[in-house]
């Protein structure tokens, strides 16, 4: 066992209540990490040496009441391929999708350069390595042979645009187009060659009126200074909080190389969803897929 499964084991040990959720890190407390989960904010432990960025999706663990940050809820990459480099940030493509890095002062890096990479407090180039080694061809076993993952991103901003970006609450009417804002952790962790098997989205609605809310795609990670420049979508038929089922064309255009970075509404009756401070977990996107 490794140093970190031993102190995952002493932390459980003995135990009466012990459960894991899928959560996200929201910046230091002290010592100690804020992290949102379940409609709240609450400060949690580093069971692990691993620092994770702001707005990282992480594993918390949850023992007699007292949490603990285990990790990321998705693989991490050790290393790529440099594809660009501009401002002093390396995009690099990695088996988990395109990351972004930050590379040493003097270092210069080119496209095609094979590369080592830090995932710890964002990713870091280490070092350009000589070559690439052919990739070991895994052991068939007997489970068949693909990865099952399922992870959540919440969102980062929730806003509405009218004339301008006015509320934190997510409006479909017929003035109204809102989005969520993930940044770009979507495309950055959903490898390209993802298959998925569903893709859902949590709600938490204030208002329901009039026709059902028209969902679709946006390509912005944050919020843009001008329109969000929403097209098409489909409607989807809200009754109150809870997880609602996205087509999975959605999916293929939120992983790497699709084009899409959230969701938003494309109007759509006057249907209000709640703000990130009203609901940290409103517009917290769900999937599975496998690679």
């Given at each position: 066992m490794t140093?970190?499964?031993d102190v995952l084991l002493d932390i459980v040990d003995g135990k009466s209540a012990v459960r894991i959720v899928a959560g996200a890190y929201r910046g230091l407390n002290g010592l100690r990490a804020w992290v949102d989960f379940e409609g709240g904010r609450v400060p949690a432990h580093f069971a692990t040496s691993w620092r994770p960025v702001v707005n990282d999706p992480v594993w918390v663990l949850i023992v007699d009441g007292v949490a603990w940050v285990t990790g990321p809820t998705?693989?991490?990459?050790?290393?790529?391929?440099?594809?660009?480099?501009a401002g002093g940030v390396a995009t690099i493509s990695t088996d988990v999708g395109n990351v972004a890095a930050t590379y040493n002062t003097g270092v210069t890096l080119t496209a095609g350069q094979p590369v080592k990479l830090l995932a710890h407090g964002g990713y870091h180039v280490v070092g350009v390595k000589a070559?690439?080694?052919?990739?070991?061809?895994p052991d068939p076993g007997g489970g068949g042979g693909s990865t099952v993952v399922t992870q959540i991103f919440l969102p980062?901003?929730?806003a509405s645009f009218q004339n301008g970006w006015?509320?934190?609450r997510v409006i479909a009417g017929s003035s109204n187009q809102g989005c969520w804002f993930y940044d770009f952790k979507m495309p950055w962790t959903i490898p390209a060659s993802a298959v998925p098997s569903s893709i859902e989205i949590y709600l938490?609605?204030?208002q329901i009126q009039g026709s059902d809310p028209i969902f679709t795609t946006?390509?912005?990670g944050t919020r843009p200074p001008g329109s969000p420049g929403l097209v098409g979508g489909v409607?989807?038929?809200?009754t109150g909080p809870g997880w609602y089922s996205l087509p999975l064309v959605f999916f293929n255009a939120l992983k790497s190389g699709g084009g899409a970075a959230g969701v938003g509404l494309n109007h759509g009756g006057y249907n209000i969803f709640a703000s990130l401070a009203q609901d940290p977990q409103c517009g917290a996107i769900r999937t599975t897929y496998r690679y």
């Open positions: 140093d970190e499964t998705s693989p991490l990459a050790s290393e790529g391929t440099v594809v660009s480099v070559s690439t080694p052919t990739s070991p061809t980062i901003d929730a006015w509320t934190g938490n609605p204030v946006h390509q912005h409607p989807i038929d809200v």
